[in-house]
Structure formats: C-alpha cells, structure tokens
C-alpha cells in the first residue's frame, strides 16, 4: 500500500499510526504481550482516537494488532507502580474508567473505522473491536471474553456493543458462559462482516477503507453518528455502574478462587460468596 508512517507516531509507545491519502492505519504495538491492555496503551488508543478529530483529511481508519493477535484484552501483570496498588477506592474507581474513555473515543470517531481482525480478540480487545464500525476477521480469529471465568463481570460500557451485534443470547453464550467462539461462526452471528484468508486480511480491510473513503464525508459521517445513535441511545443509562460492579465482584472469594485456580490450572469451586 506504501503507507507513510507519521512523525505523531513518535509520542506513541504502544502503538503505531500509518496514512496514505484519505486513510490512516492503526497497528497495536505490543506483540510481546499480545497486544494486552495495560493503562498506558488504553490512554494512547484515547488519544489517538480523539486526534482523528482534528484530521479532515482521513476518510476512514483501520486498526489491527501487531503479530499474531489483535489483542489479549486487559494486561493482567501486577503494576509496576506502588500508587496504584495502594490506591483509594475513589482513585481506583476513577483510574477503571481509562478502558471506558477508549472505547468511548473509538465508538465516537466521526471518520468510518474497520477492524482488521487477526487472531484473538479477547476482553477488552473484543470491546475494541465491537467498538467499531465494521470488522473483517482472518480465518485464524477467534473472540472470547474470559472476565466471567476469573471472576469479575465486563466493564468498558462494552456490553450492548456486543448485545447490538450479537442479540441477547449469543451475547450471554459469550460474557456469562465464557465461549470462545471462531471465525465463521462470528460471521453468521454478525459480528464479523467479513472473513478472509490471513494474508489477505489487510489488503481486504484496505479495499473496504477505499469504498468509504471515496464516499462524500459530510453525510456519511452524519449517518454514521446517526445510526449509533440510533442503537446506543440508552446504553450509558442502563451501564452507568458497571465499574463499580467490577470493583465489587473483584472482592469477592469467588474471585481469589477463580484467580488461584486460573495460575494453578486447576478447577475452581465457587461459594456465591
């Protein structure tokens, strides 16, 4: 595509930014980790989501992971930084909603975006992706959101995302049951719009950047808002809680259970508790 990386990239750690004429390239840049979400890349997807704000230019934006994954979901590695382990409740409270603020950045970026899915999507990195506006998946992907299996619920205010993707009981199957479910069955779920081999995955994502980017900006971007704002208008109301929710269930016995049993690879036993 001979896309041009651009100097803005240089503020970026965690991630990368590409553009050629009317689109940008996103790439999540911790294969390492697996493209894991730690604070310092939810705050860079933020940033960057917001910065295409100000780009007339761009037309329609893609994003993708690094390596063999779109993203793990939320890095679950201690903090390397003792403030935040010993935190308030009401700085914790507020330092949980960094992963609701980049799916809210992405969700309202006005140009049309398009995940090009590779590989596991999992918790929070199938929030990013139901986050946006089309998904063309390769064949290797899969979406799993293990929270449930670890004890906690979903955060992120991501879940009618996925409840307006997926309807009710598949949503269920995947949040409360855990379920990891592969390619072509997210294809006729309607999650992915798309699934093609691995190697063609970027230039299939490309093409459909093309198709939107030639359309005329003004009234795309106008159907776009209105459209999400069609479907989401009482998401905020009915999720408002679900950081404290997590906050709760994170004290819970259960979740040092399912904890202990997920580093041990053992069966865990829950109490209700």
Known sequence: MGRVLLMEQLNYRNLTVEKQNEIAVVTFNRPHKANALD??????????????????QTR?????????????????????????????????????????????????????????????????????????????????????????EIGVNLMWKSLPLLVHLAGPARAKRLVAGGERIHAEELLSWGILDSVVQCDDLMNTATEWAKRYARMPPIPQQMIKQSVNAIVSAHDA????????????????RDRKAAIRAYLEGSTPSFSGD
Not at 39 to 53: C, K, P, T
Not at 60 to 77: M, N, Q, V
Not at 237 to 252: I, K
């Open 237 to 252: 109301s009915v999720m408002h809680m679900d950081v404290d929710q997590n906050l709760l269930s994170a004290t819970s």
């Open 60 to 148: 329609a934006i893609i994003f993708t992971g690094k390596g063999k994954h779109f993203s793990s979901g939320a890095d679950l590695s201690p903090s390397p930084n003792p403030v935040d382990q010993q935190a308030s409740l009401v700085l914790r409270r507020r330092r949980a909603r960094v992963g609701e603020r980049a799916i809210r950045a992405l969700y309202s970026i006005d140009q049309i975006t398009i995940a090009a899915w590779n590989g596991a999507a999992m918790g929070g990195g199938a929030c990013l992706a139901t986050a946006m506006d089309f998904r063309i998946g390769a064949s290797d992907c899969f979406m799993q959101y293990p929270e449930v």
């Open 39 to 56: 604070r310092d890349h939810l705050e860079e997807i933020e940033q960057v989501a917001l910065s295409f704000g100000d780009d007339p």
